[in-house]
């Protein structure tokens, strides 16, 4: 059985960072691919990173966070990243870790098979 536990969130002032892991089991990273979205009260669930499997191949970010926003992943320990840095109060959100078993990458959320439980970001001004 495949499982996504995410880790890290928390709350911070503006301009800091935070670092969100996301052990995955049942799976290896190996062949596949993994994402980062997030949901804020509201709105939709919107697509923040992916990070494609093999080594070489560059990481994809949605616009809104490109630069500030870094995904790794480090197979050995069957764990995703996602690095925070000079967050905004719009960062806001329940961050979701997700894993697309196929191995292309894609930011949209209905090809990702499965989720993590959620873990919880508040930026304030």
């Known amino acids: 059985q495949v499982q996504l536990v995410e880790s890290g969130g928390g709350s911070v002032q503006a301009g800091g960072s935070l670092r969100l892991s996301c052990v995955v089991s049942?799976?290896?990273?190996?062949?596949?691919?993994m994402g980062w979205f997030r949901q804020a009260p509201g709105k939709e669930r919107e697509f923040v990173a992916t990070?494609?499997?093999?080594?070489?191949?560059?990481?994809f970010y949605a616009d809104s966070v490109k630069g500030r926003f870094t995904i790794s992943r480090d197979n050995a320990k069957n764990t995703v990243y996602l690095q925070m840095n000079s967050l905004k109060p719009e960062d806001t959100a329940v961050y979701y870790c997700?894993?697309?078993?196929?191995?292309?990458?894609?930011?949209?959320?209905?090809?990702?098979?499965?989720w993590g439980q959620g873990t919880q970001v508040t930026v304030s001004s």
């Open positions: 990070i494609r499997s093999w080594s070489g191949s560059s990481p």
């Open positions: 997700a894993l697309d078993s196929n191995p292309w990458g894609t930011s949209v959320k209905d090809e990702y098979d499965y």
């Open positions: 049942g799976r290896t990273l190996r062949s596949i691919t």
